[in-house]
């Protein structure tokens, strides 16, 4: 008789190592650690900002330091003491670079490993990337084709330089700097990140890409992303992630903003990879991220995550219906396994007439991780015939882990329609014995059935982001399954 | 082909085969009758290699192999299908896909290379017209919301897809209609070949009128205590079980 059994596969998913757990050793320029107004202005100086963008900074740190560190959620973590963290650090051989080959070559050894080498990346039909290695843009390609279309893709830091109205006119309009704490912190402290702006009327060609990458240890990393499409617009913004196996908890507060303005369309997907922590629970990234997308009149904002990551997530990607007609989606796989914990979801506010938001989550837990969905429907008054259908599956597999889901639904207009619907499975030993019988092994069964599970989703991914995420979910389940 | 020898087996400390022999040759089909707890099924998992069940006494052979210690996919790699009284729903995954997938993990482990698209595309219609089964079918996720028939025809069209060697078909007429019935077992029959062999498990004698055993065996508390012709199947719808038990005791 067969001698693998799910509990030597759930020994197997324990051992295995963080496949991504290197460390590139890359010169930095590493700020003392510590907060205090001392430091911001340094950050503000180092980035060579116009002094409006260091007084926002000083506003957003005078607000940090009067809030308190969230405990809703269903995550229990030791808290980063934040007077510990460095709050900026950049390679600092040269920061930016015309082509590939003045790059370090440690960088690109790093990109090799894994398996997003730039050179690739650029052959690639129609991916331009931004590459973040900690906190400064170090590569952008694929400028020129964007260029001609006016479109605008760089890092925030050239952004505040270069396009000062664009950024002083939208910079903390959808996710303000009270809004809550990471937030508050991200605005004082933010490194570098993503500016994207689509002009009126243009289709992006290609599909913008970011990866980001925590690298040095003991830095926080506090990304900023500012998508701007403007009226009949569409651009779809692929976001990835992967770091380093370290010892220490590292800090990630992100801030994306996505504006859709009239008839314009944004498509924001993500697949997030931070080292998760040892099958112990030890080390890994603690994500606490804000993300949040205005959508005007006739506007559609879908994100689409896949996460796999992280010792602890906190993360809601949310859509505020703001226009008429406007339309809100969210489609999202969350992976936990060993000791990771996630408590994810997305929030939908409709304030316009006719707006209408989706909402598919899919959780699967192994080991003794905890998976949470927390959602918010939030139909205001003069909302007028909104519709919102919410699906919250979730995936068990073995006994110690647990899923939750936390729905809250309000609404103050009777013509409102909601739906929800929740369901919880856990991968029984039958479907893997008619599988077996079928002449199909444990794992590539598990593999299929996870894959069948998470369909739904994995189709709202463009086509190469599919595969890569297909392959992080065997990676993060089914330990040698490729 | 198969070949059992005082078979014994135990799910959780409780013995439920207590000395099976049992011998089928290519081109033969046995069907299994007996009431309800008699072992059938137990039977019928313990050959396909559910790990449930613990063998403590006697061997299987398969072509003159012992398959005692095989897990059940390399069972299946070697030829050996069942149909599930019960079949799994898997969500998400497509019929299309879970064959796909058995097929080409079956011929890796033989050594063999994947099967090209367009061949597997062609053995698909084939067997989907052997069968009148209308390839949406294809599309739809395993099981997930299947009618007992269409369950049923599905475990036939993967038995076709597959060729196996050994067919077990455990209970395949519960759950089913007449027409159903009838659906069923002209597939059981068209899959037939010189070269195979088809166990067929069931309690009832009706799907014995259309598929006609060459061999008849009655389990009865794990073991088997009476093997017949056809006849023997029509005697006991008439007599019932009782007229075996009455024997066993006498």
């Given at each position: 008789?067969?001698k693998y059994?799910?509990?030597d ?11 991504y757990?290197?460390y590139t ?16 202005k340094a950050i ?7 002094s409006?963008?260091?007084e ?7 607000i940090w330091?009067k ?7 269903n ?5 980063p003491?934040?007077q510990?963290?460095s709050?900026?650090?950049a390679?600092?051989?040269?920061p ?7 790059v370090d070559?440690e960088?690109l050894?790093t990109?090799?490993?894994?398996g997003?080498?730039?050179?690739e990346q650029?052959?690639?039909a129609?991916?331009?990337m931004?590459v973040?290695?900690?906190s400064?843009?170090v590569a952008?390609t694929?400028k020129d084709?964007l260029n ?5 893709f760089c890092?925030?830091?050239e ?5 000062p ?5 939208y910079i903390?309009?959808?996710?303000p700097?009270?809004d809550n704490f990471?937030?508050?912190?991200n ?9 994207c702006y689509i002009?009126k009327g243009?289709?992006c ?5 970011t990866?980001?990458?925590i690298?040095?240890a003991?830095?926080?990393q ?7 499409a403007?009226k009949g617009s569409?651009?779809?913004?692929l976001?990835?992630c992967?770091?380093?196996s370290r010892?220490?908890?590292q ?5 994306v903003?996505l504006?859709?303005l009239?008839d314009a369309?944004?498509?924001y997907?993500?697949?997030?990879n931070w080292?998760?922590g040892d099958?112990?629970?030890?080390g ?9 997308g205005?959508?005007?009149?006739n ?10 990551g992280?010792?602890v ?6 859509c505020?219906?703001?226009?008429d007609n406007?339309?809100g989606e969210?489609?999202s796989?969350?992976v936990t396994?060993n000791?990771?914990q996630a408590?994810?979801?997305t929030k939908m506010i409709?304030l ?6 989706t909402?598919i989550s899919?959780?699967?837990?192994a080991?003794k991780s905890q998976?949470?969905?927390r959602?918010?429907?939030?139909i ?10 919410s699906q919250?599956?979730?995936?068990l597999?073995g006994?110690?882990c647990g ?8 609404t ?6 909601v739906?929800h619907?929740a369901?919880t ?5 039958d479907?893997i014995?008619y599988?077996?019988q079928?002449g199909i092994?444990?794992?590539?069964a598990i593999?299929?059935i996870?894959n069948g599970?998470?369909k ?14 297909q392959?992080?979910?065997?990676i993060?389940?089914?330990g040698s399954?490729? | 082909?198969?070949?059992i020898?005082n078979l014994h087996?135990k ?7 207590k ?6 040759k290519a081109?033969?089909i ?9 072992g059938?099924s137990?039977?019928a998992?313990?050959i396909a ?7 403590t006494?006697?061997?299987m052979?398969?072509k003159n192999n012992?398959i005692d210690?095989?897990?059940a996919e390399?069972?299946a ?9 019960y079949p799994?729903?898997?969500?998400g995954?497509t019929?299309?896909n879970?064959?796909k997938?058995a ?10 290379k994947?099967m090209p698209a ?6 698909l219609r084939?067997?989907?017209?052997m069968l009148e089964?209308?390839r949406k079918f294809?599309?739809?996720?395993i099981?997930?919301g299947?009618?007992g028939?269409e369950k049923?025809r599905n475990e ?17 007429d519960?759950g089913?209609d007449?027409?159903?019935?009838k659906?069923v ?5 068209k899959l ?8 067929v498990?069931?309690h009832y004698q009706?799907?014995?009128d259309?598929?006609i ?6 389990l009865?508390?794990g073991?088997?205590v009476k093997?017949g012709n ?14 075996i038990k ?5």
């Open positions: 008789m067969s059994t799910e509990d596969l759930k020994k197997e998913l324990e051992t295995k190592e963080y496949e757990g290197f050793d890359i010169k930095s320029d590493t700020l003392p650690i510590g907060l205090n107004e001392e430091i911001v503000s100086k180092k980035k060579g900002e116009p409006w963008m260091t926002w900074r000083l506003d957003a740190f005078k330091k809030m308190e560190e969230p405990e809703w959620a995550v229990k973590y030791k808290k003491d934040f510990k963290i709050y900026y650090s390679p600092s051989n040269k930016k670079y015309n082509s590939l080959d003045e070559p960088l050894a990109f090799k490993k894994l997003i080498s730039i050179d650029k052959k690639l129609g991916v331009a931004d973040v290695i900690d400064v843009s952008t694929f084709t001609k279309k006016g479109i605008i890092s925030i830091s952004a505040i330089k270069n396009h109205d664009l950024i002083k006119k903390g309009s959808v996710v700097k009270k990471y937030a508050a912190l605005s004082a402290v933010f490194s570098d990140g993503s500016f002009p243009v289709k060609p290609m599909e913008l890409s990866y980001f990458r690298n040095e003991g830095t926080g506090f990304e900023r992303t500012l998508v701007i403007d569409y651009v779809s913004y976001e990835g992967s770091a380093p010892d220490e908890n800090l990630h507060a992100a801030v903003e504006i859709a009239d369309e944004i498509k997907s993500t697949v997030q080292y998760p099958s112990k629970g030890k890994g990234v603690f994500n606490f991220v804000t993300k949040r205005l959508c005007e009149k506007a559609k904002i879908s994100w689409t995550q896949v996460e796999t992280s010792a997530t906190w993360k809601y990607p949310s505020i219906l703001k226009g406007s339309v969210f489609h796989i969350a396994n000791f990771q408590d994810t979801g409709h316009g007439d006719n707006t209408r938001s909402i899919k959780g699967i837990s080991g998976n949470s969905y959602g918010l429907v939030h205001s008054a003069r909302a007028n015939n909104a519709r919102n259908f919250c599956d979730s995936l597999i006994n110690k899923a939750h889901t936390f729905p809250y639904i309000e103050k207009n009777k013509s409102a329609q739906e619907e369901t499975s856990k991968i029984g030993e479907q014995f599988c077996n079928r092994d444990t794992e590539k593999a299929l996870i599970f998470s739904d989703v994995l189709n709202k991914l463009p086509m190469e982001f599919a595969v890569e995420a392959k992080l979910l065997e993060s389940l089914e399954v490729g | 082909m198969l070949k020898n087996a799910v959780e400390d409780k013995e439920i085969l000395g099976i022999d049992l011998e089928i081109g033969e046995h069907a299994i009758m007996g009431p309800n707890g008699s059938k137990t039977l998992s313990v290699g559910k790990e449930d069940y613990e063998i006494k006697g061997e052979l398969f012992s210690e095989l897990s390399e069972r790699h070697k030829g050996i299908f069942m149909s599930f009284q799994i729903e898997i969500p995954v019929i299309t879970f064959i997938t097929i080409n993990e079956t011929r890796k482990a033989r050594g063999e994947e367009n061949q597997m595309l062609k053995l084939e067997k989907c017209s089964i209308d294809l599309s739809r996720s099981n997930d299947f009618s028939g049923k036939i069209f993967q038995m076709a897809m597959l060729e196996p060697t050994l067919s077990i078909l455990d209970e395949t519960s089913l007449i027409d159903a019935l659906v077992a002209s597939g059981v029959n037939k070949t010189k070269t195979n062999a088809t166990v498990i069931t009706r799907l014995l259309y598929i055993p060459d061999y008849v065996h009655v009865f508390d073991k088997i093997s056809k006849n023997l199947a029509i005697e006991l719808e008439k007599k019932g079980y009782d007229w009455e024997e066993i005791n006498n």
